[in-house]
């Protein structure tokens, strides 16, 4: 079973390249069996995983929920068990493995239409900020200050969308300020939304946040950013492995870093579909 490395070394504002450099010095020392391969553009992490979809080694993604994202897709469906090496900057979906004992454990993957995610699938004004923080980019904003300027950007340019769900069996019609649908726990860099669920319970954490007056929505996002929002009388949570949902027009909705542009969203949990190799003391020895 060979140790196979995929290094975005973009990520992080490079740290992903410095943790490559790591890997390619310390896997020797320990006598492993390994390849690295460093990405160059988007979507090659998923191509270069595909290529080894019939062997069974452990690929690693080394860089951020982006990476970890396109990794993802190449190996859904291979008996490939998927290693996380956090060097991006928000490393959400690594927070719901870090602390766990085992070296090997499955967990769920959501599936939208046909892209596959690990941590959270999301639509309304958080997505747009999402979205918008490419654009913020692209106008040499700093670093430090992209996500803010994506915030004051997006609460202008938002309006509202209505939305038709189908959950449960039940089908509801409305507009909302967020919709998230959670495999894990955290998202956007450390925001807590789902703060019970589970990555291997076969079931989204979904989370309906109802539609308020613009004024009203950085308070909410403040209560996100702390976890207290489901004390919130306008923060509604249900548990479902699948969620449709259709729009008017077409929207934007985020996939671990990924953004969709559709009218008509299929989510579905796909229960115990990877398997997770968290071998923390040699992730340790790479990212040190």
């Known amino acids: 079973m060979k140790h196979i490395f995929i290094v975005n070394p973009i990520s992080g504002a490079g740290r992903g390249k410095k943790i490559g ?44 929920d982006g990476t970890l994202l396109e990794v993802l897709n190449g190996i859904v469906g291979s008996k490939n068990m998927l290693a996380v090496v956090p060097a991006g900057s928000g490393n959400d979906f690594y927070r719901n493995i870090k602390e766990r004992e085992e070296l090997s454990f499955p967990v769920d993957v959501g599936k939208v239409n046909d892209l596959y995610f690990l941590n959270c699938c999301s639509f309304g004004i958080d997505a747009e900020i999402g979205h ?23 609460f202008a340019k938002y309006k509202f969308k209505e939305v038709e769900f189908v959950l449960n069996g039940a089908t509801k019609t409305g507009e909302y300020t967020i919709v998230t649908i959670m495999n894990g726990k955290a998202y956007g860099g450390g925001w807590v939304m789902a703060p019970n669920a ?11 946040v109802d539609k308020v007056k613009k004024a009203s929505i950085p308070g909410l996002l403040l209560k996100v950013m702390k976890g207290t929002h489901e004390e919130s009388p306008h923060v509604h949570h249900r548990m479902a492995d699948r969620i449709k949902f259709k729009t ?12 969709l542009y559709d009218d008509e969203f299929d989510v579905r949990l796909l229960k115990h579909a990877v398997t997770i190799y968290n071998d923390k003391e040699l992730i340790k020895k790479f990212v040190d």
């Open 132 to 154: 918008n923080a490419g654009l913020m980019k692209e106008k040499h904003i700093p670093r430090s200050q992209i996500y803010n300027a994506s915030i004051v950007y997006t």
């Open 198 to 208: 589970d990555i291997s319970d076969g079931l989204f954490d979904i989370y309906f």
């Open 248 to 259: 008017t027009q077409k929207v934007i909705v985020g996939a671990d870093g990924e953004t």
């Open 21 to 64: 450099e790591n890997i390619e010095r310390v896997a020797p020392e320990l006598g492993l069996d390994y390849e690295v391969h460093y990405t160059t553009r988007g979507h090659e992490a998923t191509e270069i995983a595909k290529k080894y979809k019939k062997e069974q080694n452990i690929i690693y993604s080394v860089g951020g």
